[in-house]
């Protein structure tokens, strides 16, 4: 399998900070192990930025652990950093982080609200389930999919990096030739709705279009928050 792919952050039309991180932060290709994902920060002045740099560092050093396992390390890391310095404490983050296997394995490791998509000829599926109060609500059956979408509530995270003992969504699936998948922070999916996604991704020559026409989507529709994209092609 070969994968190639791109990234791309930006911080909105509103936003004065960007407290995203995507990794890999430069294009590239090879046939994996590849780590691939976004983190969102969150805590104020600049804390919400130590958390999401810490939480990424941490979650792509050099290893054999899965994806899983990284995010668990990561929000030791998070923690850690914010029990020695007061001023950084409360900060969090999401993180959704993909490992491609050279055999065409996707793992995922996830907490929060940023997401992994896969698009497979027209139809694009999300892999990850957000970990918000209006997502449990959808599953209890209490709000409708499009009530989540408006609800006033609907950033309120259930688990971040950050705030103690975290459970680590793990998902595994496999990729093959032809597949897209993109890995992006909710500064995108808050924006643009799942079926102008679908299409964006679909019509891009390569990740590197897709990344920034997703991007200029979500600042089209107004750029409220940060925006991070990571999209990686599987080629034969
Ligand atoms: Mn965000």
Known sequence: MK???ASGT?????????EDVVFPDVAGSGPGPLLAGVADGMGGHVAGEVASTVAMETATRPGDESPAERV??????????????????GMG?????GRFLPDGTLELGHVGDSRAYLLRGDELEQLTTDHTVVEELVGLGRITREEAAQHPRRHL??????????????????????DRVLV?????????PDDEIRR???EAPDPEAAVWTLIEAANAAGG?????????????
């Open 72 to 89: 668990r390390l990561a929000n030791e890391a998070v923690l850690q950093a914010a029990a020695e310095r007061p001023r950084l404490q």
């Open 184 to 192: 992006c922070s909710d500064g995108l999916t808050e924006m643009v």
């Open 157 to 178: 995270l259930t688990r971040s990096l950050g705030l103690g003992e975290v459970e680590v969504d793990e998902v595994v699936t496999d990729v093959r030739p032809g």
């Open 93 to 97: 983050t999401t993180m959704t982080l």
């Open 10 to 18: 930006d911080k909105g039309k509103l936003r004065d900070a960007n």
């Open 200 to 202: 964006l991704l679909a």
């Open 224 to 236: 409220v928050d940060n925006v991070s994209v990571v999209v990686v092609d599987v080629r034969p």
């Open 3 to 5: 994968y190639v792919w």
